[in-house]
């Protein structure tokens, strides 16, 4: 069967994909640019919206590698793929999805069996990074990168339309590098001076992302914990990476641009909730954790945020990955 793919947003930045029109088995689409970054695009033909309500719910979540987040563990933790059955997601935003292309649409076949559409980037290093989204809604256009030279490659950036029921809209998976201490050993320096240089040109490209003429918000593993409340130990962690004075200066003047961290907009006074911890030690146990992972919304969406919640695990066995899952619903 043949499948028109859909179109660029009219005000989408300058390296938007160039769809083209396909033929594949199985279902699912698979989509390459004709020009810049490849990416792939897996999902049912659609005749309409999948959203019957008002409002719309998106998701984020570090899986920690996609083929691991999907292993059935123990009847009570069925992994990545029980936690979407149950889960009431429209868009679900993944990061360090360390897979190729085959591997992840092996790894999620039965929820695009279902219905979902998926769009990833894999990076040019095997088993590193790696971000997608994961969607009912159909998606109308999708990019890759963010127009990086050095960074679009390590596929930790991209970006898709749809129509939501609130109108048009554009989801992004952002995967920001860890970056490391600030001290004078070479692997560090270089760890260092790479976060350094993604936040100067990814912030770049932020301010004229929330410049669009729709609905934005990037989700994702930001590895940056903003303000003190953002971690729980964060006397003990003031030189380390993920909470260096520069880090969390970024993350403020993002929010000073008109940006909105929305769980933070809407539980401004909670310790938390935190979204990652270590699989090391008692962390989980002691909910000695950090929040890294944020919905970050421009205006337009912000202001229709109504619930924002963490969906962490009830015990230290039950997880399928080292974050939790974190939700919002904009009405």
Same mark, same amino acid.
């Given at each position: 069967m043949d499948l028109v793919l859909g179109h660029c947003a009219a005000d989408a930045n300058e390296h938007c994909s160039h769809l083209v029109q396909v033929q594949l088995g199985k279902g699912y689409i698979k989509q390459d640019e004709k020009q810049g970054l490849p990416y792939l695009w897996y999902g049912r033909t659609t005749t309409a919206s999948t959203l019957l309500s008002v409002s719309i719910t998106i998701s984020t979540v570090n899986v920690n590698g996609i083929r691991a987040a999907v292993r059935h563990r123990s009847e009570a933790n069925r992994g990545l793929l029980a936690w979407l059955a149950t889960a009431d997601s429209d868009v679900v935003l993944l990061q360090e999805v360390r897979a190729d292309e085959d591997q992840a649409r092996d790894a999620l076949a039965p929820v695009l069996d279902d219905g979902w559409q998926f769009a990833?980037?894999?990076?040019?290093?095997?088993?590193?990074?790696?971000?997608?989204?994961?969607?009912?809604?159909? /998606?109308?256009?999708?990019?890759?990168?963010?127009?990086?030279?050095?960074?679009?490659?390590?596929?930790?950036?991209?970006?898709?339309? /749809?129509?939501?029921? /609130?109108?048009?809209?554009?989801?992004?998976?952002?995967?920001?590098?860890?970056?490391?201490?600030?001290?004078?050993?070479?692997?560090?320096?270089?760890?260092?001076?790479?976060k350094a240089r993604f936040l100067d040109e990814f912030g770049g490209y932020l301010d004229r992302l929330r410049r669009r003429r729709r609905h934005v918000v990037v989700g994702g593993d930001w590895n940056i914990a903003h303000a003190e409340a953002d971690i729980k130990n964060w006397k003990g962690n003031l030189k380390s990476p993920g909470f260096l004075p520069h880090e969390r200066t970024w993350v403020g003047g993002l929010l000073d641009a008109g940006w909105s961290d929305v769980m933070r907009d809407l539980a401004p006074g909670e310790e938390g909730p935190y979204t990652w911890w270590s699989w090391r030690g008692k962390a989980f146990d002691n909910d000695s954790g950090w929040r890294i992972d944020y919905q970050l919304a421009n205006k337009s969406l912000a202001k229709r945020a109504v619930k924002a919640t963490v969906d962490r695990a009830d015990a230290y066995d039950?997880?399928?990955?080292?974050?939790?899952p974190m939700t919002v619903v904009y009405d």
């Open positions: 990833m980037s894999s990076s040019v290093v095997k088993g590193h990074a790696g971000v997608g989204v994961l969607s009912r809604v159909p /998606l109308t256009g999708v990019r890759a990168g963010f127009g990086s030279d050095e960074f679009d490659a390590t596929a930790r950036y991209i970006e898709a339309d /749809l129509d939501s029921a /609130l109108g048009p809209m554009t989801v992004a998976s952002l995967y920001l590098p860890k970056g490391a201490a600030a001290t004078t050993v070479p692997k560090d320096v270089a760890k260092f001076d790479e039950l997880r399928w990955s080292d974050h939790a």
